[in-house]
């Protein structure tokens, strides 16, 4: 076991360098400092985040490869392997439907005024229209035949739908997929070129398939043959850790650079950067306090079920890659940390890590389901739309099915927003309600994705006799 440096704890340093970050940012807009923010600054927030991001991947296939290998029961493989996915299905459930109750109590989207609904209203029934029969009506409201109404309707009418560049690149997305054959999903999981796959985040699932299935040869190979290959893994595996633990000791200053840069770009003036941390204030709330829920949850779960394992001191434990994940925004990018926390200080044997927290990292998007499940029903809300049991049942199963190997990237919970939109009938052009807050519930929603990666991670370990008893 290592022993704890003396000094400040690793997490109250990020979580000085974000709040410095965010009072530069104050700074930067109100003496116009934003050029020398974004030119001189900004760039070490990139690097910050290129740097885990190419540690990442390759950390995953040979942890993977060397935990794989290391485990010899192909039984015991085949338990965990399940034990990952069913636990990983049930959190992202719980999460669609604790956002669906959350969102469905406090109706976030009837604080608008009346006059707001009525003017989103008409503009849901006339896109509705312009779909030419694609799209049925939800309900029997009619805005646009009533006669009261007809100088918004005709004012609406004529009025051209301006497509946001950001909305436009995700609906590209979405419509590349959505003439693929029921089994696409399956066949993306296999890699064509393992390098390709090694040189994009994307395709993380494409390299965790290569490295288990690499895994489980290596254990049908003549120890003789197999053991210099492990070792070397082992090795290399090793180095890649060191790696991580080098640029962790950069993260303060890192992720100062990341915030004071994401900040002082979102506005002209600390007035509007206020207005736009305020802006959709009650959508914004109910989503974070869905997700502050189940942040608390985890711990909670892991403390009932691990009895050595302490509410507080898990928290304490995995705090660096919680800060690390709002800072990054990326599941994928806050893997390694992810990995050095729950080894090192939770005490998961390497192993189990190794081959847990990868599949988590591209599988489970709790905090990215619950997102999706407020946004939609706030959207509808908003239009003056009520969803139906059976169509809320709908956004649940593919909010779920979307988070499987969805990218563990910034911002891959819009295309998934736009897919559950669609799913029920409703403009997937909508997303561009909400994109001015996106950016922040992103950082939130991804630290909720970390937890619950930890906290299953810690869970199954402990359910297999994994945890080490040094820790």
Known sequence: MKKESKGLAL??????????????????????????????????????????????????????????????????????????????????????????????????????????????????????????????????????????????????????????????????????NKDAGPLNALVDMVPENIMISLSNPKLMLQVIVFSIFFGICLLFVPTDKSEPVVKLFDGINEVFLKMVEIVMKGAPFFVFALMASKMSSMANTNAELVDLLASLGQYSFVVIAGLLFLILLYPALVSLIVKKIKYGEFWKKIAPAQLTAFSTSSSAATLPVTMECVEEKVGVKSEMASFVLPIGATVNMDGTSLYQAVAVIFLAQLHMIDLSFTEQLIIVMTATLASIGSAAVPSAGLVMLMMVLTSVDLNPAWIAIIMPVDRILDMCRTVVNVTGDASVTTIIASTEGELREDV
Do not use: C
């Open 11 to 176: 997490h109250w340093k990020i979580i000085i360098g974000m709040l410095l970050g965010i009072i530069w940012a104050f700074l930067s807009i109100n003496f116009g400092w934003n050029d020398f923010t974004a030119d001189w600054i900004g760039p070490f927030g990139t690097i910050f985040i290129r740097a885990l991001k190419f540690i990442a991947i390759p950390l995953v296939m040979f942890s993977i490869i060397v935990g794989i290998s290391s485990l010899k029961d192909i039984s015991k493989l085949g338990r965990i392997g399940a034990k990952t996915l069913a636990i990983y299905l049930l959190t992202t459930v719980l999460a669609v439907s604790i956002g669906l109750l959350f969102v469905n109590i406090a109706k976030p989207g009837h604080a608008i005024s009346k006059e707001q609904q009525i003017q989103n209203r008409i503009s849901y029934e006339l896109w509705v229209k312009s779909t030419n029969g694609a799209v049925e009506f939800k309900d029997d409201i009619r805005y646009t035949e009533d006669p009261q109404y007809a100088a918004i309707v005709a004012e609406m009418s004529g009025q051209e739908m301006v497509v946001d560049s950001e909305v436009a690149k995700v609906q590209e997305q979405v419509s590349a």
